[in-house]
């Protein structure tokens, strides 16, 4: 029974959390891929790109509220998600046509195209700010929870009870539809391969008849339906802080590299190292020895091997460590 | 003098601004933008040696400046004796497990060749290692932080004058660029942006959570200052006598003797806290102009002349038998080491150090601005840079303020878009932040005042 009771503590402290989480970072950290892979810069802006489609969804979700409509059980944010991905297509779209067109022609040196994404980056932010206010948003309703502690501990008659929340479902339900329709469209379509072609060699892509502005197009709408649909996903399970999806960007990029830069499922895979690790690292397991010791080994401490204070810490040092012995990712980099 | 023109102009044009300010908003403000605008510029010139002569992008410039910050606690807090004798042997002790692992490693780098086993060997040592230093160090960093928390809670410093603190910042952030670059500087150029910021992120962590140290978000608040104090200057007589001459013509308009005296002594509190931005102007104006001597003398020096032969061809540098890498390296700890300087000038100036305020907006990106908008390479156009982007950042919100006045004067008060705009006008510093960089990277991608190399 203890053993068993072990088991859901770690399910529900760890292992739901982190898939969730993971899935959050990994539908970002796809993102940053693709743009380093087809457009072929860091994308600073990253993280703000994110809140702003996330914004785009709880303006419409503001106004669907307002109409009365709703999923029922379901958060509205669901239905407003499309009307925020088109926004934040053509927000990108506009951006590329003002800023990145020029330098992709130019073919500056990616360092440039990092500076122009820090301008993007200022401007974006200053523009989610000014529209929706720089403070913590929540945009959650429906049903919160699918099981809850207190009735799972009815249920089984366990005395470890497992939360699961329906954000938690919705996210990993949305990312594993999404991450398989987009491998698909990689692998098996025309334009993913071409996408894929282009990638890999740019001159002999475009020798082969491979239109580069179709390319382009393509990866900006499938960067703006992934980038919206990870913010939402991250404001639906937390909440929407602009200043947090700044922040977020960094454990995004590192799973993007982790994973090995330029490649989607590197990136996918990258996010669930990161989300893992950090929440591994940061857990303290004192109740789960109690459980699975003897009650005379028990531990006094909290069994914690870094206080949770680091978490971030956690996932950067990760992300150093792989820079440093392998740059190329663990799941080697650009094969897109 | 006719080549150095534009410099000119653009320095006048910067310093009319801010007596501008000076007139038309207050003194106080107008020093204490110039301040910040001084001890940035100290930052730019940092960014822009490593940046502007060697090509290398450090996106870590927050944590370098967090270390000078740091450097300025340690130095000018008084050691709390107390908490020394609770936790101090553990904290020694724990240091010298760190320094005794340091040794274990490189001993075993140096003696084995490379293979798997030690690889893994040395990341267990490292692993065994910090577990270790954690379990030992918990008790004396609980005794420590349990000092009386309420004001203290951390070991303290040494008790010497803040002054020192510009030089040991420097080592600080030298010693963590020395650390940083042995293990990133072999990065392409945008990994190297990534690292480095991440890396930079795991200082502030640090510096943020061990609060036995740097009494984390607490802060360090009250530290000693190198200039006088202001209750000081409102009480001595050569001061007020000072007051009461600048400003002999305004008070003797003035018949009654009581209402002069009143006038004076206003006069007095306002010109104390102008006088104290003063006398840091001054400091940091001294620290500006050497280290703008000594960046212009290695510009035009030979070593400065390398440094642009690895920047614009590395291949060819190498051929030429000059040690790239070296290099590199000797240049990123420079340049660190001046941010770290640029660090602790700012505490000293703030009197307080907080380290929940670090954040890479503000302290990373946003030198970056300066540094391109001012011009990479060239010392003076960074300077510059420093000047603008920060008066801009400062002036931004009444600028926009005024801007949205303008534009909507018929609109009436209540009209909740105008509100809305109104209430939101500090983020327009972004924006405004954001269109100067993307219109100067595309109409001006070297800056205002563009790299100029003469050939002596």
């Given at each position: ?336 | ?176 660029a020395f650390i940083v670059g042995k293990v990133a500087l072999g990065l392409r150029a945008d990994y190297l942006a990534i690292a480095t910021l991440l890396i930079s992120e795991i200082v502030i962590a640090i510096i943020k959570h061990e609060d036995w140290l740097t009494r984390g978000v607490k802060n360090v608040i009250g530290l000693k200052r190198p200039a006088p104090y202001e209750v000081d200057l409102q009480t001595t007589d050569w001061f007020i006598k000072l007051v009461e ?76 038998g000059k040690n790239v890498v070296k290099q590199h390296l000797l240049i990123f700890i420079l340049g660190s080491a001046i941010v770290g300087i640029a660090g602790a000038m700012l505490v000293t100036q703030d009197g307080l150090f907080t380290p929940g ?100």
């Amino acid at each position: 029974m203890d053993f068993i009771n072990a088991i859901i503590l770690l399910l529900n402290y760890i292992f739901i959390p982190a898939l969730t989480y993971g899935s959050q970072l990994a539908l970002g950290a796809i993102f940053v891929t693709l743009i380093y892979g087809i457009l072929r810069f860091a994308n600073f802006a990253t993280g703000d790109m994110m809140s702003f489609g996330t914004m785009a969804t709880i303006l419409f979700t503001w106004y669907f509220q307002s109409l009365g409509v709703s999923l029922g059980v379901l958060p509205t944010a669901l239905l407003a998600i499309p009307f925020g991905i088109i926004f934040m297509i053509l927000y990108m779209l506009l951006i590329d046509k003002f800023v990145f067109k020029y330098y992709r022609h130019q073919k500056s040196p990616p360092v440039q195209f990092a500076m122009v994404s820090i301008g993007v980056m200022f401007v974006t932010q200053a523009v989610v700010r000014i529209i929706i206010g720089p403070g913590d948003r929540r945009f959650f309703d429906g049903e919160k929870f699918i099981i809850k502690a207190r009735e799972f501990k009815e249920m089984t008659g366990l005395n470890e009870g497992l939360a699961l929340k329906s954000t938690q479902v919705i996210t990993i339900f949305v990312t594993i539809v999404l991450v398989s329709l987009l491998f698909w469209f990689l692998n098996r379509t025309k334009t993913g391969k071409s996408m894929k072609a282009y990638s890999d060699n740019e001159d002999l892509a475009l020798l082969s008849g491979i239109d580069p502005k179709k390319i382009v197009l393509v990866t900006w709408i499938i960067a703006g339906i992934l980038a919206t649909i990870g913010g939402v996903l991250y404001g639906l399970d937390k909440s929407f802080k602009p200043f947090t999806y700044f922040n977020n960007m960094l454990p995004i990029f590192a799973a993007a590299i982790v994973g090995g830069i330029g490649n989607p499922f590197g990136a996918f895979l990258g996010g669930y190292v990161i989300a893992f690790s950090e929440i591994l690292l940061t857990y303290a397991y004192k109740k789960f020895f109690m459980y699975i010791l003897p009650e005379s080994m028990e531990p006094n401490s909290l069994v914690q091997l870094l206080s949770t204070d680091y978490k971030f810490a956690v996932s950067f040092s990760i992300l150093v460590i792989v820079l440093i012995y392998r740059p190329s990712g663990i799941f080697k980099g650009k094969v897109l | 003098m006719r080549k150095n023109l534009n410099v000119i102009a653009a320095y006048s044009i910067m310093m009319v601004l801010i007596l501008m300010v000076g007139i038309f908003q207050s003194w106080n403000i107008a020093l204490s933008i110039f301040n910040l605008c001084l001890i940035s510029a100290v930052m730019t010139m940092g960014a822009n040696i490593q940046w502007g002569y060697a090509g290398l992008i450090n996106f870590g410039i927050m944590g370098y400046t967090a270390l000078g910050g740091l450097a300025a606690v340690l130095i000018s807090v008084d050691p709390v004796q107390e908490a020394w004798r609770a936790g101090g042997f553990d904290i020694l002790m724990a240091l010298w497990l760190i320094v005794v692992m340091v040794l274990v490693i490189r001993f075993i780098l140096k003696r084995f060749e490379k293979s798997k086993i030690r690889t893994y060997s040395i990341a267990a040592i490292i692993i065994s290692g910090i577990l270790l230093i954690r379990f030992s160090a918990e008790p004396g960093i609980e005794a420590i932080e349990a000092v009386d928390p309420a004001k203290t809670g951390f070991l303290g410093g040494f008790g010497l004058p803040i002054i020192f603190s510009w030089i040991v910042g420097a080592l600080f952030a030298g010693g963590l660029a020395f650390i940083v670059g042995k293990v990133a500087l072999g990065l392409r150029a945008d990994y190297l942006a990534i690292a480095t910021l991440l890396i930079s992120e795991i200082v502030i962590a640090i510096i943020k959570h061990e609060d036995w140290l740097t009494r984390g978000v607490k802060n360090v608040i009250g530290l000693k200052r190198p200039a006088p104090y202001e209750v000081d200057l409102q009480t001595t007589d050569w001061f007020i006598k000072l007051v009461e001459k600048f400003n002999s013509g305004k008070l003797s308009v003035i018949e009654n003797l009581a209402d002069r005296q009143a006038a004076l002594n206003q006069l007095v509190i306002e010109g104390s806290s102008v006088f104290v931005k003063l006398c840091y102007s001054g400091l940091f104006l001294v620290v500006v102009i050497v280290l703008l001597i000594l960046t212009q003398k290695a510009l035009y020096s030979p070593w400065g002349r390398m440094m642009r032969a690895i920047r614009d061809n590395e291949e060819a540098a190498n051929a030429m038998g000059k040690n790239v890498v070296k290099q590199h390296l000797l240049i990123f700890i420079l340049g660190s080491a001046i941010v770290g300087i640029a660090g602790a000038m700012l505490v000293t100036q703030d009197g307080l150090f907080t380290p929940g305020s670090y954040r890479p907006m503000r302290y990373t990106f946003l030198i970056w601005v300066m540094v391109i908008v001012g011009g990479s390479g060239n010392n003076f156009g960074a300077i510059l840079g420093g000047f603008v982007v920060w008066f801009l950042w400062i002036e931004a919100a009444p600028i926009s303020l005024f801007l949205i006045n303008f534009f909507t004067v018929g609109i009436p008060e209540t009209n909740a878009l105008k509100a809305h705009l109104i209430e939101s006008v500090p983020y327009f510093r972004f924006l405004l932040m954001g269109l100067g960089l993307l219109f100067i990277m595309r109409y001006r991608p070297k800056g205002i005042l563009p790299e100029k190399i003469e050939i002596k």
